[in-house]
C-alpha cells in the first residue's frame, strides 16, 4: 500500500504546486482579503474533491466523458457560473479592507460554498481524477471504491495543507501592498480576471 501511496503523495503535491485556477484563486483572495479568507475559499474548494472522487469511484465521470453533449452541458454550467462570480467582483466596490473588521465581515459560508461548487463545476476535475488514480490503485483484493476514496482523501489533505500555506504567505503579502492606494483596483481586476480564465480554461 504505501509502495503506492508515497509516489502518488509525491505526485499530488507536485500538481498541486503547479500553477493552476485553484491555486491562483486562494493567493488572490488571501491577498485581497486575508487568510483566513482564503483558507475557507480553500476549505470549498478541497471539499468538491470528494464530489469528484465519488463520481470516479462509481464510474459516472467515465459515462460523463464518453457522452460529448452532457460533458459540454457540464462544462456550459461552470464556465456560466465563473463569468457570474466575474460580474459580481466587477460590481463590487474596488476599496479593500485590509482589517480585520472587514474581513469579518465577509459572509464565510458563502465563501466555502463559492470554492465548492467552483469546483464541482468544472469536470476536467473529474476526467482528471479518471485517468490518475487507476494507476495507484495498490490491490486486486480491496474493494476498488475503497482504494479510490483513500486516494481522494490524500488528495485533498495535501492539497489543504498547501492551500493554508499560500493563504497564510499571501496574507504576509498583503501588508506590504495595502499602502499602496490603487491596490484594491488592482486586485479587484485580477480576481475578474482569474474567475474569467478559469471559464476559458474549462473548454481548452
Same mark, same amino acid.
Given at each position: 500500500?504505501l509502495?503506492?501511496?508515497?509516489p ?10 503547479a ?6 484563486y ?9 487568510a ?21 469511484a ?6 460523463i ?70 494507476g ?17 482523501? %490524500? +488528495? /485533498?489533505?495535501? =492539497? *489543504? @495543507?498547501i $492551500? #493554508? ?17 490603487k ?10 480576471? %482569474? +474567475? /474569467?480564465?478559469? =471559464? *476559458? @480554461?474549462? $473548454? #481548452?
Open positions: 500500500m509502495e503506492q501511496l508515497l502518488f503523495l509525491t505526485a499530488s503535491i507536485l500538481l498541486t504546486l500553477p493552476g485556477p485553484d491555486i491562483i486562494v493567493l488572490v483572495r488571501s491577498i485581497a482579503y486575508g483566513k479568507q482564503g483558507i475557507v475559499t480553500a476549505l470549498g474548494l478541497v471539499s468538491g474533491i470528494i464530489v469528484h472522487t465519488t463520481l470516479v462509481f464510474g459516472v465521470s467515465a459515462v466523458k464518453q457522452s460529448e453533449n452532457l460533458f459540454l452541458i457540464i462544462k456550459i454550467f461552470g464556465a456560466v457560473y465563473l463569468l457570474y462570480l466575474a460580474w459580481q467582483v466587477y460590481k463590487s466596490d474596488a476599496k479593500i479592507a485590509f482589517s480585520a473588521e472587514g474581513v469579518a465581515n465577509k459572509k464565510l459560508g458563502s465563501l466555502y460554498r463559492q470554492g465548492f461548487i467552483m469546483n464541482v463545476l468544472n469536470p476536467k476535475v473529474g476526467i482528471f481524477f479518471l485517468a490518475f488514480f487507476p495507484f490503485l495498490w490491490s486486486s483484493e480491496l474493494d476498488t471504491v475503497w482504494q479510490f476514496y483513500i486516494l481522494g482523501l %490524500v +488528495f /485533498m489533505f495535501q =492539497a *489543504l @495543507l $492551500f #493554508i500555506f499560500v493563504s497564510l504567505l499571501a496574507d504576509k503579502i498583503s501588508v506590504y501592498i495595502k499602502s499602496h492606494p491596490s484594491g483596483h488592482f486586485l479587484k481586476w485580477m480576481q475578474v480576471v %482569474v +474567475f /474569467m480564465l478559469i =471559464a *476559458l @480554461l474549462i $473548454f #481548452i
